[in-house]
C-alpha cells in the first residue's frame, strides 16, 4: 500500500476511535437501570402476580401494554386509562420524563430528569416485567 494511502486512513482510524466509546456510553445499561429502580421500588413491585402497593401498580407485564388497562389490583387514574397510549420505548421515556405534563391528570409524581437514566431504567424494565 502506498504511504499515501494509509494517511489517508488516519482520520478514519481517529474517528472510530472517537465515536465507538460514545456508542457504548449511550447504548441501554440495565444493570444502571436496576440502580435507578431503587427510587421506584417504593411505589412498584415487578414480579408476576405479586400484589401492587397502594402507591403504585405492579409492573409486570407494562411493556408493550397499554396505559392504565392491566388487571393488576390497582385503581388507575381515568386519565391514564382514557390516554390509552402504548407503552412502547417512546412513551415510556416521555412518561419518565415527566409524567404530569405527559398525561394531564395522571397521578405518578416523581420523574427522572436524566436521559440516561431513563433509558437504563426502560432497560431494566424490559429484562424483569416481561
Ligand atoms: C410515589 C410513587 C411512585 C413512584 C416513586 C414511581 N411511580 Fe410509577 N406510578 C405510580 C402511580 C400512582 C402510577 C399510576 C398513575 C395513574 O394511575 O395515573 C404509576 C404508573 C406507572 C407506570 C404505568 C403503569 C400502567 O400500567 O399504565 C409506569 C410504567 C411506571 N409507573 C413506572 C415507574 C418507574 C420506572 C418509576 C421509577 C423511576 C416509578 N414509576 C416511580 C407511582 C409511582
Known sequence: MPARSVFRLVPLAFAVFLIAPLEVAHAQD???G???FRRCVACHTTEEGKPSRAT???LFGVV?????TRD???KFSPALSEAAIEWNDENLEKW???PRKFI????MAISVAKEQQRKDVI????????
Not at 394531564?104 to 397521578?107: P, T, V
Open 64 to 68: 408493550g401494554a397499554i396505559s392504565g
Open 34 to 36: 436496576a440502580r435507578v
Open 104 to 107: 394531564k391528570g395522571a397521578r
Open 30 to 32: 440495565a444493570e444502571e
Open 56 to 58: 403504585g401498580p405492579n
Open 72 to 74: 393488576v389490583g390497582f
Open 123 to 130: 432497560a431494566y424494565l424490559k429484562q424483569v416485567t416481561q
Open 96 to 98: 419518565l420524563e415527566n
